[in-house]
Every structure is written in structure tokens, then in C-alpha cells.
């Protein structure tokens, strides 16, 4: 089995991969938001695992929350309360947007996974206040896992797990640029397995599967022979779990070479500090990296951001792709869509929930941006 088959593998089933590793005795913890501190919840010897929506129907959710709250927190909790996540010990709220706050309660009163863990982050990073205070509500989680567990968590372990991510998003940034240097490298459908594969899969062993992947990738085992010349295109948006959704836009002429989602570049960027209070050095990295629209830096940060993505990767675009309802998002569009109008970068805003919109409508879609690029 080649290395890649590993990652679609454990995208497509991942709870069967939960189960595996819950098998050799560690507890696993889900998580639906990139301002987890996966870090801490390693160095507890429990193993992080990323919720996505479902594929399914929601019907028992439809009980608990709103019709228009977005598909990735009803798909979540419809999973949650029909018994698809029971391979679960626990699970983490950071709080963020909205919908992740209030899915947050319902999800404490009705499910009983054992563990449970609000994390109540600043909304801003950019003050001393707010980065002392965030300091504060992670060593405040790390108590709560500690009394859970009966453990410890040592600075060693931290650092450990410290090591363990670093090399894990050192080696994604890695594939990233492969793939936007030479996009015929690996299709988008498999890149974006690969990265949600990551979030599922157990991370000790990680390190090895991403150095090997990434060999095989440069000895062209991936290489795709449909090579024509694409349009350069940058991904905006929150989560993308649609694997369809790179195949499609590569079939109408365009390619992905960089994103803005946090289940993409913002899930990877920035690495932690291994001197200093470890604490200190999560905090860091969540304040230095990419923000998302449920956080803030400056009005102009994520504009800032994308445009500088845009120049850096050489993107002739942007796909804004929105989780339906999900109002962080359509908040910040209108000024990042001026932004990027005073730069001359042409930009779509295409909406989508737990199913993509018909082939045919978004195919055609895709092909007149790309033709008017
Ligand atoms: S967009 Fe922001 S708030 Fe929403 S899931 Fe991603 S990181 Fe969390
Ligand atoms: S940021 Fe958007 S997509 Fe993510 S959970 Fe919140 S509302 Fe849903």
C-alpha cells in the first residue's frame, strides 16, 4: 500500500481510524475548530481526532439546533446523537464563532462522552492582556485533562508533542509549496485527503508517513498526465470537505495553489516555540498565525492576508467557498472583496453545505470565472 492510500484511507473512515487507536488503549478526543489545542491534548497521551459533518440526513439535530445554523455544527451533532461518534471519550469547544459556542451547551446536555472542555478563548490576540489571559484558559484545559486522565502533563511531554506538530506542519508547508511550484505533482482531491487525513490519523507516527509520502511524490508517483495549463486559484473560506469540489474545478481549468481555510494552511501554519513557558509558546503561535473571522488582529488583517497570499503564490483569483449560514465568513466578505477589487484580483463567492451544489450547475460556475480570468 502506497503512502497516500493511508491518508485518503483514514479521510474517508475516520472512525474506523479512531478505533484502531483507541484499540491500543489511548482516549480519543474530538475536536471541530483549528483553535484546539491538539498540542496539549497529546502530551496527555489522549489522541485528537477532527469532527466533520455529515453525509447522512439531519434529523435528530433538527431537534436541537436551528435549520440555519450551518451544516458543519448540525452534521456534527447529528452524528453525535444518532451514535456515529460513540468511538469518542471526550470533546473540545474552543470558543469561537457563534454556532460553535451555543452547539457547545447543547452538546454538554445532551451527549455523555466522559470528557468535556469549554475553552474560552480571547476573541483578540493583538494586546499583552489578551495573550495573558489565553495563557491562563490553556493551562486551565491542561488542569482539566490532568484531573480527567489522574496524570500529569510535564513540560517534557509538552515539549515532545511540541516537536511532534512542528515536523507534522513543517512537512505539510512542504507539500504546499510542492504543489504550488508544480501543481501536476498531486491532484487537489488527494492533497486535501492528505490534510484531513492528518487530523484523524495518530500523530507520533505522522512525521514518518508525511516524509514518505512526500518522496514518493517527488519521484512522480502522483503525477497526473492532464497538465494543461490551469488557472492559479487561491481557496477562501472555513472548512472544505469536499473532495469533488478539487476535481470539478480542475476539470473546468482551474487549480488550488494555496488557501485560506482552517482546514487547509491555517490549520498548519506557524510553529511553537520549544523555549520558554510552553503555554506561552501555544499562545504565540495562535496570535502570529493566519486569524480566522471568528478572531481579530486588526479590520484589515485577513484581507491583508489573502492579498499577499494571492501575490506570493502567483493565483490569477480567489474562491471564497462559504459554509451555508456560516456568518463569520459572510461578514468579512464584503471588505476582503474590496480589498482584493482595489488590487485588480478577481474573486467568486460560491456557497455550498454538507452537499456540494449539482456537477453541472457548478461546473458551469467554475468555467466562466476561469474564462474570464
Ligand atoms: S473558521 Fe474559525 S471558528 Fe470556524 S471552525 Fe475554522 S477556525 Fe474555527
Ligand atoms: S465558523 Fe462558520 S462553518 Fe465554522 S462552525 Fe462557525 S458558523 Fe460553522
New binding site residues.
Partial sequence: MNELSLFIQAAAHPDECAARIQNQGKKIIGY????TPEEIIHAAGAHPVRLFGTGETILNADRHLQSYCCSLARGVLENAVSGRLDFLDGAVFPH??DT?QRLSDIWRLNTDFGFFADVVLPVKFDTESARDYLREVLEKFKEELERWLNITITDQSLGRSFEIYNTIRKKLTELYELKSENPELISGRDLAAVVKGTMIMERDSLPDHLGRLIAEIKSGLYTRSDTGKKKRLILSG??CDHPDFYELLEKSGGIVVGDDL?TGE?FFEGEIEQTGSPMKAISRRYAERTI???KHVSERARGEALIKKVKDRNAQGVIFLFVKFCD??AFDYPYIKEMLEKESIPGIMIEVEDQLPPEGQLKTRFETFIHML
Fill in positions: 471541530l475548530c483549528s483553535y469561537t464563532c460553535i472555513s472548512i482552517c491555517r480566522c473571522p471568528a463569520p465568513h
